[in-house]
């Protein structure tokens, strides 16, 4: 099993903050998504990111990912409550393998962004 | 996640009783997979299924579990016999093509199962 450690787990901010989130595993990722899920709702892509040392914004949102591919983070500036959710990453599949179709999540990090 | 329809959005079942979950993919999309995620927990790989064919069930339980994804019609997940530690919720995502992590998987909004 190819695990993905997300960190924090937990992540209560007052509105205006700035906040990263990690996303770490031992092996190399083939790509790495992140997905946010509000209560009630199923996971909603935000940005998938495939090449060693990438980096892409989505207006407040800052991904990188690692030059290794081995980690990715997820910056928000001037967090709102809006923001307010569980935010995970997830690997594709290793290119060859009979593995491919399935995605392995981090465990998420649930993030409280306070008025 | 306006595409992929689950229904029920809610399931409660007594212990011993039969559960059915549906997933329609997004239209033009013939590969489905199903995870499952306890609460405040990321989601699970089950199983992988394109039409009329499982491709990967590395996730699913043994026994009890099963799903098929027929050439008409939505992917059904079955449990049967259902126990109290199958609570949880369901999602089906959908994609066009075999996904190798770069084509995104579209998620649905998750059928949540409660067992009495």
């Known amino acids: 099993t190819q695990l993905l450690e997300q960190s924090p787990q937990f992540l209560s901010i007052q509105e205006g903050e700035n906040l990263t989130v990690y996303c770490n595993s031992s092996s190399v990722f083939s790509s790495l998504q992140w997905y946010r899920q509000e209560p009630g709702e199923g996971p909603v892509l935000l940005v998938t990111?495939?090449?060693?040392?990438e980096v892409k914004k989505l207006k407040r949102l800052t991904f990188q990912f690692g030059d290794a591919r081995k980690d990715s983070s997820l910056h928000i500036t001037a967090a709102q409550p809006g923001d307010t959710g569980l935010y995970l990453c997830a690997r594709g599949s290793n290119a060859g393998g009979t593995s491919y179709g399935k995605l392995t999540f981090g465990q998420g990090t649930i993030l409280t962004v306070h008025p | 996640n306006a595409g992929v329809m689950q229904n029920p959005r809610h399931l409660v079942r007594r212990r011993g009783q039969e559960a059915r979950l549906r997933c329609s993919p997004m239209k033009g999309h013939s590969h489905v997979y199903w995870y499952r995620q306890l609460p405040e927990e990321g989601l699970k790989f089950m199983v992988y299924?394109?039409?009329?064919?499982?491709?990967?069930e590395s996730g699913m339980p043994k026994e009890r579990f099963s799903a098929e994804f027929p050439k008409e019609g939505p992917s059904i997940l079955r449990i049967q016999q259902v126990v109290r530690g199958d609570s949880a919720a369901y999602f089906c995502?959908?994609?066009?093509?075999?996904?190798?992590?770069?084509?995104?998987?579209?998620f649905g909004d998750g059928t949540r199962l409660s067992i009495l």
């Open positions: 995502a959908s994609s066009p093509r075999r996904d190798s992590g770069r084509r995104p998987q579209h």
């Open positions: 990111v495939v090449t060693g040392g």
């Open positions: 299924l394109q039409k009329e064919n499982i491709i990967d």
